[in-house]
């Protein structure tokens, strides 16, 4: 929304892994199972209402049953798809499969699917999933946005290469950090 409203720069989109809980196990566990043990079920369940409206405002109806996993194989995912010019489309399809679908993203025939819809190659994005060839560097980008940036969670957002900002902020915030990077550019 940030950018979209704000017209005085172009903006390109790189997404950087961050794992949550690498403790999570790659085939996943019921996400209600999980999200309880983490905090009081009224904790959980009160999280749902606003999350619901704000993502009707932007057309996005979440649904909160299957499964969340270790992310490592979305994230090379996400990273083989940024070397084929398609990064944007797969976490389009990823977040969709997640939070709308209820699909478990931690799963290669799942990724895979996603990839072949936005574009990828499915018999190369298979490959590269199981080979897990991309799992080194995108260890090695999780570490180095920690260390440079202080990311602890989600959403963590790098503006040009200079500015941390954590969590869900509104268009004003984003629009001034926007302008000062213009100003010392």
Same mark, same amino acid.
């Given at each position: 929304?940030?950018?979209?409203?704000?017209?005085?720069?172009?903006?390109?989109? !790189?997404?950087? $892994?961050? !794992?949550?809980?690498?403790?999570? $196990?790659?085939?996943?566990?019921?996400?209600?199972?999980?999200?309880?043990?983490?905090?009081?079920?009224?904790?959980?369940?009160?999280?749902? *209402? $606003?999350?619901?409206?704000? *993502?009707?405002?932007?057309?996005? !109806?979440?649904?909160?049953?299957?499964?969340?996993?270790?992310?490592?194989?979305?994230?090379?995912?996400?990273?083989?798809?940024?070397?084929?010019g398609?990064q944007?489309?797969?976490?389009?399809e990823?977040?969709?499969?997640?939070?709308e679908?209820e699909?478990?993203?931690?799963?290669i025939d799942?990724?895979?699917?996603a990839?072949?819809?936005?574009?990828?190659?499915e018999?190369?994005?298979r490959?590269v999933?199981?080979?897990?060839?991309?799992?080194a !560097?995108?260890?090695?980008?999780?570490?180095?946005?920690r260390r440079?940036?202080?990311?602890?969670?989600? $959403?963590?957002f790098?503006?040009?290469?200079?500015?941390?900002?954590?969590g869900?902020?509104?268009t004003s915030?984003?629009h001034?950090?926007?302008?000062?990077?213009?100003?010392?550019s």
């Amino acid at each position: 929304m940030a950018m979209k409203s704000y017209n005085k720069a172009n903006f390109e989109i !790189t997404w950087l $892994p961050y !794992t949550l809980d690498p403790n999570l $196990p790659v085939d996943g566990i019921n996400k209600f199972k999980y999200w309880y043990s983490r905090g009081s079920k009224e904790a959980v369940d009160s999280s749902f *209402g $606003p999350t619901d409206r704000a *993502g009707n405002a932007v057309g996005i !109806t979440f649904k909160y049953g299957g499964d969340v996993a270790n992310t490592s194989r979305s994230h090379q995912l996400s990273e083989y798809a940024r070397a084929q010019g398609k990064q944007n489309e797969v976490m389009t399809e990823m977040f969709a499969d997640y939070h709308e679908k209820e699909r478990n993203i931690g799963s290669i025939d799942v990724l895979v699917d996603a990839g072949n819809r936005a574009g990828l190659n499915e018999d190369e994005t298979r490959k590269v999933l199981e080979s897990e060839s991309l799992k080194a !560097t995108v260890q090695k980008e999780i570490t180095d946005v920690r260390r440079k940036f202080g990311a602890t969670g989600v $959403p963590f957002f790098v503006i040009d290469d200079q500015f941390g900002v954590s969590g869900a902020r509104d268009t004003s915030t984003f629009h001034k950090i926007f302008d000062e990077v213009l100003e010392s550019s």
